[in-house]
């Protein structure tokens, strides 16, 4: 199944050239050539976001000498996810932003990998017999519960903003377009910010480590998207 974006980019004439080597980048390029509003590196700025914040702002939660810091962000990245969906609601220009912002923060935010590495730690450690079950049912079911308890509490607040969307698709195409170019802008600052942030706190190793998390993460994203497109 193609990623929610991809529903919002329409397809050009432009193509890759013939003698571009690699497969995989052609992929990434042809992918870049038919996403017209933008959407695929707005997702890729979100998720060097989300990468930044685990980084900088998320603090070390223990519950009971456990790390629960990974549940906390699958947990509240589920709602941030729910309450997102309803915040598209609002039109054209929530949409797009709602839609990238799932598709690259909360995605980069939330980790499910943790859960199956951490259900397997619980499991090794044998704080319980059942523990690593108890823990994977929880994380697995708590989600959707989340992500629910959001999108409700999302719909409630943007009821009164709701906006009648009646443009065509074309008019939608390019309020979309200015909205992503806009958020962009706003988002590699807030990610410079970041990156200084990240050397006044740690120094030059500090915001090495985050550069590299950051460009990884960016990679991820496009890598991902060529895959599964």
């Not at 409630?156 to 008019?171: C, H, I, Q």
Request: overall charge positive; charged content about 15%.
């Amino acid at each position: 199944r193609q990623p929610p974006w991809r529903e919002m980019s329409t397809k050009t004439e432009a193509k890759a050239p013939a003698n571009f080597t690699s497969r995989l980048a052609r992929k990434v390029l042809e992918s870049r050539q038919d996403d017209k509003v933008g959407m695929l590196w707005t997702v890729c700025l979100f998720a060097a976001l989300a990468e930044c914040v685990n980084t900088l702002v998320m603090p070390l939660l223990v519950f009971r000498g456990v790390d629960a810091t990974g549940t906390f962000c699958n947990f509240s990245g589920a709602w941030l996810g729910g309450f997102a969906l309803a915040c598209g609601n609002l039109g054209p220009r929530c949409d797009a932003l709602s839609t990238a912002f799932r598709g690259g923060f909360v995605a980069a935010y939330t980790s499910f990998i943790h859960v199956v590495e951490h259900s397997v730690a619980l499991h090794c450690g044998r704080k319980a017999d059942s523990a690593s079950l108890v823990y994977l049912a929880f994380s697995l079911i708590g989600g959707p519960v989340f992500f629910q308890i959001g999108h409700r509490m999302g719909t409630r607040v943007f009821r009164l903003g709701n906006e009648a969307s009646n443009k065509a698709s074309t008019d939608s195409a390019e309020v979309s377009s200015a909205t992503l170019a806009r958020a962009r802008y706003i988002l590699h600052a807030l990610i410079v910010v970041a990156l200084s942030c990240a050397a006044a706190q740690h120094g030059k190793e500090g915001v090495a480590e985050l550069t590299v998390g950051v460009l990884l993460t960016i990679a991820a994203c496009q890598v991902g998207d060529a895959v599964t497109g």
